[in-house]
C-alpha cells in the first residue's frame, strides 16, 4: 500500500497522529478582536464582528439588484419592461398608464409627446441611414466594377439560351 493510501487508512481508523499540513512555511494569521476595522490589498474595508468578519464599501460602487421603475419603484425585470426603461425610465405599465392619462386629460400634451417621441425616433432612422451609405460609398471606393459576372460570361460559364414554355401558346 502507498504512502497516502496508508495515511487515508489510518485516519479513517482513526489511528492518525500527525496534522495534516497544507501550503508551506510558517503560516501567520492575525488575531482580531471584535471592532476591529482594516482595509485588505483589494481596497475593501472589513470589519471583526463576534464570530464573523463584515466586509463593507470597496473599490466598486454598489448598484443593487435591479433598476427601479420610476412611477412604481419596482424592479425592471421583464423584458418588456426593460425595453420601456431604456426608453422612458419607467415600467411598461406606468408608461402605458402614463399616456392614457396624458392622452386623455391634456389631447395636446399627448399629441406633442408622440410627435416628439416621433422625431426621436426618426433622427436614429437617418442616422442608421447615414452610416448604411457611408459603408456602401466605402465598398464602392474599394471595388466599384464586380467583374464575377463579366468574366463568367466571357468564359462561357453561363448559358446565354432562353428556354420558352411550349404549352402556353
Known sequence: ????????????????KNKTQIGYGDQETKH???????TDSDGYDWEQCDGY?????????????????SGCEKFISKPWDKDTYKADGRCYHCQLNY?????????IRWFAYR????????????????????EN???????????RVA???????????????KTMN
Open 1 to 16: 500500500m502507498s504512502k497516502n493510501m496508508q495515511k487515508v487508512q489510518d485516519m479513517v481508523d482513526g489511528n492518525y
Open 32 to 38: 482580531r478582536s471584535v471592532g476591529d476595522k482594516w
Open 53 to 69: 468578519q463584515v466586509k463593507s464599501g470597496g473599490s466598486m460602487a454598489t448598484r443593487g439588484i435591479a433598476d427601479n421603475c
Open 99 to 107: 399616456e392614457l392619462d396624458l392622452k386623455f386629460e391634456a389631447p
Open 115 to 134: 410627435r416628439l417621441k416621433d422625431f426621436q425616433n426618426m433622427k436614429s432612422i437617418e442616422k442608421e441611414l447615414l452610416q448604411w451609405i457611408d
Open 137 to 147: 460609398e466605402k465598398m464602392l471606393k474599394e471595388n466599384p466594377f464586380d467583374k
Open 151 to 165: 468574366n463568367a460570361l466571357a468564359n462561357g460559364e453561363v448559358e446565354l439560351t432562353i428556354n420558352k414554355n
